[in-house]
């Protein structure tokens, strides 16, 4: 795929103390049959996080002393300075094509330990994904005489981390094709009328057993965890939004009775149902069981 070449910078003029987010600049280049090596232990001129995502091409990435092959599809996130270094190697037989974002701010912090604690810095995320979109068609605009209003820079970013964090810690919600993706799915749809996990397994064709070790290996929690999560932000809105007792409300969202309901909410929540609807809304009706 073509993909137009350009480098843009972002006009900041507005800013809160300690910005939480901010892009600095991004783009798109292509490096051939060139001498491209940045150490990122020594660029006392350039500071901040840099996230590099090859399009086509193939470049290196060297850190703790492992050098990983940059293949289409792969970035690398890092946190500058830091002991790493990137490059064009010396036997590249085509263009490594990249997109780059670099960014600083307070914020971002968290989502680069969360990022590298599971993957090392190195993310494989497909460039039909929904972040990798965004950032090109930023990119597309940008380049092409668009500027930012105050403040979306951040705003970007934001969504922008959210999605590779999303992609990467729970990559299964991407994938619908696998057995504990399915399962999901129909939580999701039918989590106040499904009798419990062992329905959802026998739909699914497929024991009680066998659904828990594979919806926990996809999906890092148990099924019956995520089933309990449909029902309590199902019940949550019902809290905010209706008058319904709280045992109308349990029992419209898939629970027996409201003294099990109330028994879960307060385990996800460290409040009763009552409470809940007390503390967000100031009603105090309704707040039996």
Partial sequence: MYYTKGVFGVL???????????????????????DYFFDNSCRSNYHGYLFQYTLSGCGAYESN????????????FAAIPEKSCYYLPE???????????HFD?????PFFEKL?????GIISIDAQTSCIQKALALHTRMI?????QPYEGGEFLYGFLCGLLR????????????????AALLMEKEFATIGGIDEVAKRLHISSEHLSRSFHSEWGIAPVQYLNRMRIQSAMNDLLGSTDTIEVIAVKNGFANGNYFAKVFRRYTKMTPGEYRCKKTGQIRTLSV
């Fill in 12 to 34: 900041n003029l507005e800013s809160l103390p300690d910005e939480p987010m901010v892009l600095l600049d991004g783009g798109i280049e292509s490096r051939y049959k060139e």
């Fill in 91 to 101: 036997k590249a037989d085509k263009p490594w094509e990249f997109l780059y974002l």
């Fill in 144 to 148: 092409s005489g668009g500027h930012l």
């Fill in 105 to 109: 701010g307070s914020a971002v912090f």
């Fill in 167 to 182: 992609h990467v810690l729970h990559p299964a919600a991407f994938h619908t094709e696998s057995t504990a993706s399915q």
């Fill in 116 to 120: 590298t604690q599971h993957c090392g």
């Fill in 65 to 76: 002393g492992k050098t990983i092959f940059l293949t289409p599809g792969t970035a690398f």
